[in-house]
């Protein structure tokens, strides 16, 4: 019976930012962000020659997520997310209708930053590189709330075996 079926839409990514988060607000004063996340995934061919492919997600964070991304996110930094997907039609210049699938988060950890940032002496602000109408980040405050992190500098190979579902 499919009643019975529990519904889950559940999306988990670890990736790395392809850009600065677009950090608008919505007419009603509501902080949004936009971000765009890489994945990678490796796999050996039946021949033995190991094969890569790239997947890019559209992550939609609202109100104080949105406002901590745009404060402490960064164009190559790892990051993880949690949420949900969801599709939006919309219509274009020409009328004709578009899908837009995204991932609207409820959770994210901050991981380590592109090692220009560090390079470039933004050691918790943006890198040197970030446009200029951006509101410099503190450099030596820690924030009043805490941000949870993810250490992604241990590269373990997750083998199919210890993944618990």
Known sequence: MFHEFMNVNKVLLVGRLTRDPEIRNTATGQTVASISLATGYTWKDKNGQKQEKTEFHNIVLWGRLAEIAGQYLIK??????????????????SGADRYRTEI????????????????????????????????????????????????????EEVKIEDVPF
Do not use: C, H, V
Not at 107 to 132: D, F, I, T, V
Not at 134 to 141: L, M, S, V
């Open 76 to 93: 190559g930094q790892e990051a993880y997310f949690e949420g949900r997907l969801q599709t939006r039609k919309y219509t274009d210049k």
């Open 104 to 155: 609207i988060a409820e959770n994210m950890q901050l991981g380590s930053k592109p090692r220009s940032a560090y390079e470039s002496g933004a050691s918790s602000g943006y890198s040197q590189s970030a446009p200029q109408s951006r509101p410099a980040a503190p450099k030596t405050e820690m924030p009043a709330e805490e941000i949870p992190t993810i250490n992604l500098d241990e590269e």
